[in-house]
């Protein structure tokens, strides 16, 4: 698989697999698909693979480190810190909690879940309004320094807490929703990352699915999803919404490409730097989008979505949600 670079040295494959999915309770019924699926796509020449302590709590990172543990020196593994999870049960208590100790006592949970002795990309999950940026870095410094972790990154932060971060410690790669319906980051996020030389790892970068072609307004959801309660999926917005995946559709034919093909070429050429966040749990899924970089758009096709001037409708996450983005 092609290689790209994100910051500080930090080489990964130009797609990664986010296991988020696998199982949002604290039981994993389909679990031995899932760590098949995980050891698949090394095969297939993935190496780059996302999870954090909140999944679950803790299940997914255990499935995680199940599944790659045969093949750890081939892989980068990715996990979170940041929300309150109690270091004793597992219990998620709300909230975010990014304090030193804090830091230090998930790292030595998701070390032994993962079973690894580093975790090769370490993210902040949120933003902790409460806790000094340069308190969370200079502890992940110290991380690095002890051999734990091997590189630095931040989820959804903004650009000012990026800086200072930065500042401390050196950010591998920032984590934030960006896609062909999600563009906001290319007002400040994106040329701040790029001034500082950070990689970006943009997650749901299909949208939930939407930009698949998959979803309608037959399409429902039941209340454990999350898309249940997400104003883009009302069915207002996604009438609205369509217009984009009728356009990317058109495209994708004139390359004998599918709509998540496209949606995912198109974030593989806005920078080199960029390395698109997938999930899926199933087989044919994950070849027909890795079949993304087989996929290179041409500049009427680059022309034809900017000039559609596609206006999206709905906010991308609830109003909670969103509060604890961009601090």
């Not at 543990?69 to 940041?82: E, H, L, N, Q, S």
């Not at 975010?96 to 090769?120: C, F, M, W």
């Not at 249940?228 to 369509?242: D, Q, V, Y």
């Not at 096709?301 to 596609?310: K, L």
């Amino acid at each position: 698989m092609i290689k790209r670079r994100l910051g500080q040295g930090l080489e990964v494959s130009a797609l990664s697999l986010g296991a988020m999915g696998y199982g949002k309770a604290r039981e994993l019924p389909d679990r031995a698909k899932m760590v098949d699926l995980l050891r698949t796509a090394v095969e297939r020449g993935m190496d780059f693979f996302d999870t954090a302590e909140v999944y679950g709590p803790w299940t997914n990172e255990e499935m995680v480190g199940e599944a790659l543990a045969p093949v750890r020196d081939k892989v980068k593994i990715a996990t979170k810190f940041g929300w309150d999870i109690d270091q004793q049960t597992g219990e998620h208590r709300g909230g975010v909690n990014s304090k030193p100790a804090q830091i230090r006592r998930a790292i030595e949970g998701s070390l032994k879940r993962l079973r690894t002795d580093h975790i090769d990309l370490y993210y902040q999950h949120r933003v902790d309004p409460d806790v000094p940026m340069e308190d969370v870095a200079g502890t992940v410094r110290e991380l690095i320094a002890e051999g734990k972790v091997r590189w630095f990154g931040l989820s959804e932060a903004g650009a000012r807490s990026i800086r200072r971060a930065h500042a401390v410690q050196p950010v591998a790669a920032l984590q934030s929703e960006y896609s062909l319906w999600t563009r906001e980051p290319e007002a400040e996020i994106i040329p701040t990352i790029e001034e500082l030389g950070i990689g970006l790892v943009p997650f749901s970068p299909l949208g939930k699915g939407f930009l698949t072609g998959k979803i309608d307004l037959n399409t429902t959801f039941d209340s454990s999803d999350i898309r249940a309660g997400i104003p883009r999926f009302s069915e207002e917005a996604r009438l609205a919404n369509l217009k984009l995946v009728e356009l990317t559709g058109k495209i994708g034919k004139k390359h004998g490409a599918t709509p998540a093909q496209v949606a995912l070429a198109w974030l593989l050429a806005q920078k080199p730097w960029i390395v698109p966040l997938f999930g899926t749990r199933k087989l044919e899924r994950f070849e027909e989008n890795i079949g993304a970089l087989n996929v290179t758009l041409d500049k009427a096709d680059f022309d034809e979505i900017e000039q559609a001037n596609i206006v999206i409708q709905g906010a991308r996450y609830p109003e909670e949600m969103l509060r604890r983005s961009g601090l």
